[in-house]
């Protein structure tokens, strides 16, 4: 399956991502995760990404689409993705249908995690993820590790992301509303839109999205 996930900042994207790949046998393409991975290895690519990140705003779409592009390309993705935080506009969502086109494939469906901004300023702001693996999603009071600041799957050390902070969330905001809700609209022409009510339980919204997906769309 080829599947775009949507949503705010916060909505549960990444935490999402990581069941529906392993129930989908799927591999999860964050293009987020992938610049936090460069800026963590110093590469050229990651010190172009890190003022816009830390600015809240969007990384330039030359550097962005080439990025994803080749992380589709590589092997375990032939078959099939599950896209969080790319497209991201609708420049970005052209680009992604060309590659597609070019391939010969398409999308199954676009996942639109529906979520209130309250909701969303409370889950971000006590956000904590393992610095062994972005894909240990954790919060301060949701879903506490056992012990403050230790992932509990590996061990590692939790920390919050540079881009967490009060002022840069209200701006993600905006830029989500500006930039990526249009590509809802985008995809709506295209019927692929099947929205997820985000609130409740982690699990629930799995079941919700997983039924959503074998439903047909
Ligand atoms: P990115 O990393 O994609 O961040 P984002 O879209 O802002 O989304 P988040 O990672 O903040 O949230 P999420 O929806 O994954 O939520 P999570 O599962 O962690 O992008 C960061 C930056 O990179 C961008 O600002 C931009 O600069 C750049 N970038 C990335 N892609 C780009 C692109 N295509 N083009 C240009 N620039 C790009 O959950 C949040 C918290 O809530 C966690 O603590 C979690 O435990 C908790 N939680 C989750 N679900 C629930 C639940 N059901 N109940 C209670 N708590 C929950
Ligand atoms: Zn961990």
């Known amino acids: 399956m080829r599947i775009v996930l949507v949503g705010p900042p916060g909505a549960g994207k990444g935490t999402q991502a990581a069941y529906l790949a392993k129930n989908l046998a799927i591999p999860h393409i964050s293009t987020g995760d992938l610049f936090r991975a460069n800026i963590s ?3 050229d690519l990651g010190k172009k990404a890190k003022a816009f990140m830390d600015a809240g705003e969007l990384v330039p779409d030359e550097v962005t689409i080439g990025m994803a ?11 099939g993705f599950l896209l969080d935080g790319f497209p991201r506009n609708v420049s970005q969502a052209e680009a992604l249908d060309e590659a597609l086109k070019e391939d010969g494939v398409t999308l199954d ?11 969303v300023v409370k889950r971000i702001a006590g956000r904590r993820i393992c610095r062994n693996d972005s894909s240990h999603v954790f919060h ?7 012990q403050e600041g230790v992932c509990d799957v590996c061990g590692g050390e939790l920390y919050q992301r540079d881009d967490d902070s009060e002022a840069t969330v209200r701006k993600r905001l905006e830029v989500y509303h500006t930039q990526t809700e249009p590509i809802i609209d985008y995809y709506k022409a295209q019927d692929l839109v099947v ?4 609130l409740g339980k982690v699990e629930e919204v799995t079941e ?9 769309k």
């Open 208 to 216: 919700r999205a997983m039924a959503a997906l074998q439903g047909g």
């Open 140 to 146: 301060v009071s949701y879903s506490a590790p056992k």
């Open 195 to 198: 929205t997820i009510p985000a």
């Open 69 to 79: 592009r080749d992380r589709m390309n590589q092997p375990d993705a032939t078959g």
């Open 41 to 43: 290895q110093g590469t």
């Open 109 to 119: 469906a676009v996942l639109d995690l529906e979520v209130p901004e309250e909701e």
